[in-house]
């Protein structure tokens, strides 16, 4: 069965530092990942996603994800993060010809001022 | 952007009631609907897969009986929560596939606690 690893459960930031969380799945076949954001108290919203093509894949509010076959990897990037950036991040996989999304344990980012 | 509503958005039952929640795809058709649960700080786990016209695929480890799903339209997916216990508390969050291949639009949830 596939599976989603995201590491980082906690992340403390100061504003403008960089951002990378890490996310690996385990599925030999084709995959399509993406990364949705869950601001407090709101619903999971599409950062970005990747299903095929350019493995450097940009999203909204200046997030980036780097598809890296290799390794099983799809992590999210921010040069420089914000306050608003506060949130718990989740990657998800869709793997093959179903249309179930796996998710990630998610990642909860904390920005300080 | 395609939009899905939930309703209600919170709810409080007593332990041994029903409760029915809705999920609606505002502005797209959606042939495919899924619920997930999620746990205070866990991630979302797929519950069903609800498709028009046709009987719920359950995960693993759920109990259709207890977690009833209905597909009726091309807009509107429920789930009633039968004979609710204080441990089906829980957000109970729906999305929709939109008429872009592989992509989930998400329901804002909805927080059901059983008392």
């Known amino acids: 069965a596939q599976s989603v690893s995201q590491h980082n459960h906690h992340v403390i930031l100061s504003e403008a530092a960089s951002l990378e969380l890490g996310c690996n799945y385990s599925?030999?076949?084709?995959?399509?990942l993406f990364w949705y954001v869950q601001y407090p108290g709101q619903h999971l919203q599409l950062l970005l996603k990747?299903?095929?093509?350019?493995?450097l894949v940009k999203g909204i509010k200046g997030f980036e994800a780097e598809f890296i076959k290799s390794k099983f990897s799809f992590n999210l990037r921010k040069p420089s993060v914000q306050w608003s950036d506060t949130a718990e991040y989740f990657c998800?996989?869709?793997?093959?010809?179903?249309?179930?999304?796996?998710f990630g344990t998610g990642t909860r980012l904390q920005v300080t001022l | 952007g395609a939009v899905v509503s939930q309703h209600p958005s919170r709810v409080i039952c007593k332990s041994g009631t029903s409760v029915k929640i809705e999920c609606r795809s505002l502005?797209?058709?959606?042939?495919?609907m899924f619920w997930y649960r999620q746990f205070p700080k866990q991630s979302l786990m797929l519950m069903a897969t609800?498709?028009?016209?046709?009987?719920?695929?359950?995960e693993q480890g759920v109990e259709k009986d207890k977690f009833l799903i209905n597909h009726a339209s091309l807009t509107l997916s429920t789930l009633t929560v039968t004979s609710a216990h204080p441990e089906d508390s829980s957000f109970y969050i729906c999305?929709?596939?939109?008429?872009?291949?592989?992509?989930?639009?998400f329901g804002p949830g909805t927080r059901l606690t059983v008392t």
């Open positions: 999305s929709a596939d939109s008429d872009r291949a592989n992509e989930q639009y």
């Open positions: 599925y030999g076949g084709t995959v399509n």
């Open positions: 990747y299903f095929s093509g350019d493995p």
């Open positions: 998800a996989a869709l793997t093959g010809t179903a249309s179930k999304l796996t």
């Open positions: 502005d797209f058709q959606a042939t495919t």
């Open positions: 609800s498709n028009e016209g046709s009987k719920a695929t359950y």
